[in-house]
């Protein structure tokens, strides 16, 4: 079945650097993939949605400059959390469809990262 | 706007009981409808889904029918067991390029 993996699972960083996620799809290719955030025990906020080989759309109240999204691959989607604060500290996770099967509207989603700003 | 409305919990049930989470939907047009399980620390998994009115969508003994008059789609299990015990996220989409959309999850905990 279709994966998608998330790099780093958890990541633990002080305030003022910059943190790096990592969204693959392991077996299809994805023109679209979408970046979510989880507050604890909330539903998933839509960030942005990452396209290959243009900018990404970011959702009404998410800072793009501080939440940069490359989408370099059909395969590979980043989002970097620039200059953290705690406030950022959340699980964030992805989704993608598989381009290569035009009828289905499924979304799989990766594991998520959970980023801890101390 | 889109929008999807899920019964609120905690659910506590004990083992082998019957489950419903109710979930309704607005939306223009016939949405493909989904149920999503998080488990603890864990991303989300497709359950099942429908992508038209009527179609009954199942797996691992969960099911729920897509009824466009009620604009609904609960989720029934007929037996629940411990490892059951997640959030389960209702949702739709519009098409396979938009994002979904959440309902806010329902937490179940099936005790012994």
């Known amino acids: 079945g279709a994966v998608v993996s998330q790099h780093p699972s958890r990541v633990i960083c002080k305030s003022g650097t910059s943190v790096k996620i990592e969204c693959r799809s392991l077996?299809?290719?994805?023109?679209?993939m979408f970046w979510y955030r989880q507050f604890p025990k909330q539903s998933l906020m839509l960030m942005a949605t990452?396209?290959?080989?243009?900018?990404?759309?970011?959702e009404q109240g998410v800072e793009k400059d501080k939440f940069l999204i490359n989408h370099a691959s059909l395969t590979l989607s980043t989002l970097t959390v620039t200059s953290a604060h705690p406030e950022d500290s959340s699980f964030y996770i992805c989704?993608?469809?598989?381009?290569?099967?035009?009828?289905?509207?499924?979304?799989?989603f990766g594991p998520g990262t959970r980023l801890t700003v101390l | 706007g889109n929008s999807v409305t899920q019964m609120e919990g905690p659910v506590t049930l004990s083992e082998e009981a019957f489950l419903t989470i109710n979930c309704t939907y607005t939306?223009?047009?016939?949405?493909?409808l989904f149920w999503y399980v998080q488990y603890p620390g864990e991303g989300l998994q497709l359950l099942l889904k429908?992508?038209?009115?009527?179609d009954k969508g199942s797996n691992k003994g969960f099911e729920a029918t897509y009824r466009k008059e009620t604009t609904s789609f609960h989720l029934e299990k007929g037996s629940v067991q411990v490892s059951d015990s997640a959030v389960y996220f209702c949702?739709?989409?519009?098409?396979?390029?938009?994002?979904?959309?959440f309902g806010k999850g329902t937490r179940l905990s099936v005790i012994a």
């Open positions: 989704s993608a469809r598989d381009i290569g099967v035009m009828v289905t509207d499924t979304q799989y």
């Open positions: 990452s396209n290959e080989g243009s900018k990404a759309t970011y």
């Open positions: 949702a739709l989409s519009r098409s396979g390029n938009t994002p979904l959309v």
């Open positions: 939306a223009t047009g016939y949405p493909s």
């Open positions: 429908a992508t038209k009115a009527d």
């Open positions: 077996d299809f290719q994805a023109t679209t």
